[in-house]
């Protein structure tokens, strides 16, 4: 092979299809249509010589020289990111595209509500805020800034304390006034819970029925926690939720969200804001990361009121 045969913008496609691992997938994540990156992949294989993925049914696997690709790639990739951020930042407004991960809860109640101000701030940035009941991988780069519920143990990550947030015990309105107040937890074990459907809870804070009371039975189950609150407001049962979702519907209507023995029943979580080593520094990133941390801070009293 000749050095001049190797293109090396042929790896920022091979990088994608490897974390992706599909083709369309990753033609979406470049903006390209999947005839090119199809093309690349060729050509890169046809430069190096190699069979870079084995094609199946469900999707693109590395080879055995994809894996050794993978790891070179990805160092120069990191050298790329780190010039990036030295020099690049340092003459260029923020701009391009920076995607959130959060819960669906976090991201659609408390970020989204307020995310708007970072875009007048920086009109050259582009944000996509991912709202979804799942974890995000930074270093597959489904995402540039991940909120989660724990700090991770292991992996190129760096992460920061948000806040504490506080969940209590609630149901509807309506539906205590037809089945009567609750005022123990064993009386709990007489209501329909509402809660996470047990093979989809992607976090294990998010497992609250034994810390409630072992007796509840989960009625209904949903792998969305805007799903859950939506059944309660309904009247379908009591389900635990972070107070700055139940708060926002407080009132005399029948679907007003009522606390359930406040006194008793109380949960706190974390949230913790992780970003990639390599990614940390682009100002896109650090600009994002530093907002999403000011208007927690700013908010401290919704996620945790007193």
């Avoid at 990111?81 to 109640?109: K, N």
């Avoid at 379908?236 to 359930?260: E, Q, R, S, Y």
Wanted: glycine share 10%.
């Amino acid at each position: 092979m000749r050095a001049s045969d190797f293109e090396w913008s042929d790896l920022r496609f091979f990088l994608a299809v490897a974390r992706a691992g599909r083709l369309t997938v990753a033609a979406a994540r470049l903006q390209v249509e999947h005839s090119t990156v199809s093309r690349r992949l060729a050509a890169l294989e046809a430069a190096l010589g190699a069979k870079l993925f084995d094609r199946r049914p469900h999707g693109y696997g590395l080879t055995a020289a994809g894996e050794r690709l993978m790891a070179a790639a990805e160092g120069m990739e990191s050298l790329a990111l780190a010039a990036q951020g030295e020099i690049g930042g340092a003459d260029l407004g923020v701009a391009g595209t920076v995607r959130i991960g959060a819960p669906d809860g976090f991201g659609s109640y408390f970020l989204a509500p307020r995310i708007g101000a970072l875009a007048d701030l920086h009109p050259e940035l582009d944000i996509q805020l991912l709202a979804m009941p799942r974890l995000f991988s930074l270093s597959k780069r489904e995402a540039d800034i991940a909120i989660s519920l724990s700090r991770p143990k292991e992996g190129r990550l760096v992460a920061r304390k948000l806040t504490d947030y506080r969940l209590g015990l609630y149901a509807a309105r309506a539906y205590l006034e037809r089945h009567g107040g609750i005022d123990s937890r064993a009386a709990l074990a007489r209501h329909p819970f509402i809660g996470y459907v047990d093979d989809l809870i992607y976090a294990p804070e998010l497992d609250y029925v034994p810390l409630v009371a072992k007796d509840m039975r989960v009625r209904l189950k949903s792998s969305s926690l805007i799903a859950q609150m939506t059944a309660t407001r309904a009247g379908a049962g009591v389900c635990v939720l972070p107070c700055f979702m139940a708060d926002l519907f407080t009132g005399a209507a029948p679907d007003a969200l009522v606390p359930i023995l406040p006194g008793e029943v109380g949960l706190t979580r974390t949230f913790w804001l992780l970003t990639h080593t390599d990614t940390r520094d682009l100002a896109r990133i650090r600009v994002a990361a530093d907002f999403i941390a000011g208007v927690v801070q700013k908010g401290k009293n919704v996620l945790m009121p007193g």
